[in-house]
């Protein structure tokens, strides 16, 4: 596809369920992020994947936050145990090579809410 | 560590008079600084970016930015606000990618655009 794209572009759940939300990133590029948006607040980082190098989980705000990146490509945030404070929507963005100047690209995000 | 502070979280303007969203940074690297708007229920779009090229930026929709390092700010400016800018507006700092590669984010700076 032209751009990032997520999947689902809604979900609602829940709470004490698993989720898993999938980002498909643009055809090769390397660098990917997950950024989480509540209500009202701005972006928070979750994590990024740069090529083969460990991941940066920095942000995650719990261990029952995990994110994978497979072959370099796809990427899936999993929550486990969701709790209503994770309603937010989950965006994903990649970039195209490690220069600081590179944009990154956006997807429309997916929408959790946990009810 | 780096950080964004974007010093407005709310701005309102009449249409046809001048925008300005302000944006400071603090950094202990050479940055690279981007704006993003996002519109109700859309994705973040790229408006304009800073390289260490030009510090005077023009980006889409006849927004510019000044890159001052005297200041460590990067404020957003339009001559004459039009409707279609009412939307999210977001800083974004990049540090090198031996300092990590993050982008971080300012809180966001809403603009209202009256009629």
């Known amino acids: 596809g032209a751009g990032v794209s997520q999947s689902p572009s809604n979900k609602v759940t829940e709470k004490g369920k698993d989720v898993e939300l999938r980002c498909d990133p643009i055809?090769?590029?390397?660098?990917l992020y997950w950024y989480r948006q509540s209500l009202g607040q701005g972006l928070e980082f979750l994590i990024y994947?740069?090529?083969?190098?460990?991941?940066?989980k920095s942000g995650l705000p719990s261990d029952r936050f995990s994110a994978e990146r497979t072959g370099g490509s796809v990427s899936t945030l999993t929550i486990q145990r969701t709790q209503q404070e994770d309603s937010a929507v989950y965006l994903c963005?990649?970039?195209?090579?490690?220069?600081?100047?590179?944009?990154?690209?956006f997807g429309q995000g997916t929408r959790l809410t946990v009810v | 560590a780096q950080s964004v502070t974007q010093l407005d979280s709310h701005v309102s303007v009449s249409e046809g008079t001048p925008v300005l969203l302000r944006c400071n940074y603090s950094?202990?690297?050479?940055?690279?600084l981007f704006w993003y708007v996002q519109h109700p229920n859309k994705g973040l779009q790229l408006l304009l970016k800073?390289?260490?090229?030009?510090?005077l930026v023009k980006g889409i929709n006849g927004f510019e930015a000044e890159f001052k390092k005297s200041e460590t700010s990067f404020h957003l400016t339009k001559p004459s606000a039009h409707m279609s800018d009412a939307a999210e507006y977001f800083c974004?700092?990049?540090?090198?990618?031996?300092?990590?590669?993050?982008?971080?984010f300012g809180g966001g700076t809403r603009l209202m655009v009256k009629p």
């Open positions: 963005a990649s970039s195209s090579k490690q220069g600081i100047g590179t944009e990154a690209f």
């Open positions: 800073y390289t260490s090229a030009a510090t």
């Open positions: 994947f740069q090529g083969n190098s460990a991941p940066d």
């Open positions: 950094s202990s690297y050479s940055p690279s």
């Open positions: 974004v700092v990049r540090l090198s990618v031996r300092a990590g590669n993050m982008l971080t």
């Open positions: 055809s090769g590029h390397t660098a």
